[in-house]
């Protein structure tokens, strides 16, 4: 079992290896971090229409059995708990019950399938804990208006009490990795923050932890996602976030199934609410 961070960044060298192939990869290796410098995928704006989520056990059951055969690599059952009242939050919980944990986050508009193949690489030998975040991947996608029921608010603020509340609800006591990207970043940096005797180990991919300094400007994509309500419209009503960070973020081409997949929880208006919250949440 892996228990330092050159042998940890060893197995994620494998994992990235079945993500691209013999592409070399650079990690920079130090006793306490692991710093991953370019992302695994991205999604891509085609895919199957995935319902709306029911919130019985019976359709949860049966989505479960429905994401084993839609989502390649992704031989995973996902669990699910009531994070806050009639909002239930899916994540994964794969590995020994008693082995070293490595959490993952996700960012946006990925969901818990970005971690996939890392997670297979580790969880004979770590316990992988990966949630989707509210409106993302297979987690409930609420409204936020001022009348809905239940409501969520989507701001940084509520990812980290989710967070949190996920680490409290399967009991997670002893120091743990952090593997962070995008939104992640933010999330999993700011619940640390509360938690710092808990993180033992970084993972840090493409993320951020403090706002853009005065000289750098926000690219003008995600200023019109964050300002406008042209831009609003094209996130929610044409899926445009998913298309741009596809066509921007991808340095090879993905198989169709998989491009199915990240985007198979993204197919209507409501269900894209959080892919455009994230961006208006940016400072």
């Known amino acids: 079992m892996p228990s330092t961070a050159e042998e940890l960044a060893a197995e994620m060298r494998i994992a990235r290896s079945r993500v691209c192939g013999s592409r070399s990869q650079r990690f920079s290796v130090s006793r306490d971090f692991v ?31 429905d994401a084993r055969m839609r989502y390649p690599d992704y031989p995973f059952t996902p669990q699910r708990f009531e994070v806050r009242p009639g909002i239930s ?6 590995g020994p019950r008693d082995a070293p944990v490595v959490l993952m986050l996700h960012g946006n508009p990925s969901w818990s399938y970005y971690w996939r ?13 990966v949630p989707d975040h509210v409106g993302m991947g297979l987690s409930d996608k609420p409204d936020d208006a001022a009348d809905a029921s239940p409501r969520y608010v989507y701001t940084l603020e509520s990812r980290i009490q989710d967070l949190t509340r996920l680490i409290d609800q399967i009991e997670i006591d002893d120091p743990l990795t952090l593997a962070v990207h995008d939104w992640g970043g933010m999330i999993g940096f700011g619940w640390a923050q509360n938690h710092a ?12 932890a403090f706002p853009l ?15 406008s309500a042209l831009g609003a419209l094209a996130i929610r009503g044409f899926n445009a976030f998913a298309v741009g960070a596809t066509r921007m973020g991808v340095v090879r081409s993905m198989p169709a199934d998989v491009r199915r997949a990240y985007v198979a929880p993204y197919n209507s208006w409501q269900s894209r609410i959080a892919t455009l919250r994230f961006v208006q949440d940016i400072p």
Do not use: F
Not at 89 to 94: C, G, K, P
């Open 89 to 94: 939050m899916s994540y994964l919980d794969e």
């Open 35 to 65: 710093i991953v410098p370019h992302v695994l995928e991205m999604p891509d704006q085609q895919g199957p229409v995935y319902r709306d989520v029911a919130r019985s056990v019976t359709a949860w059951g049966a989505l479960r059995d």
């Open 197 to 208: 005797r808990m993180v033992k180990r970084l993972v840090i991919t493409n993320t951020a």
């Open 117 to 129: 193949h890392l997670v297979l690489a580790l969880r004979d030998g770590y316990r992988c804990i």
């Open 213 to 227: 300094p005065d000289a750098k400007a926000l690219p003008w994509q995600l200023k019109l996602g964050r300002d």
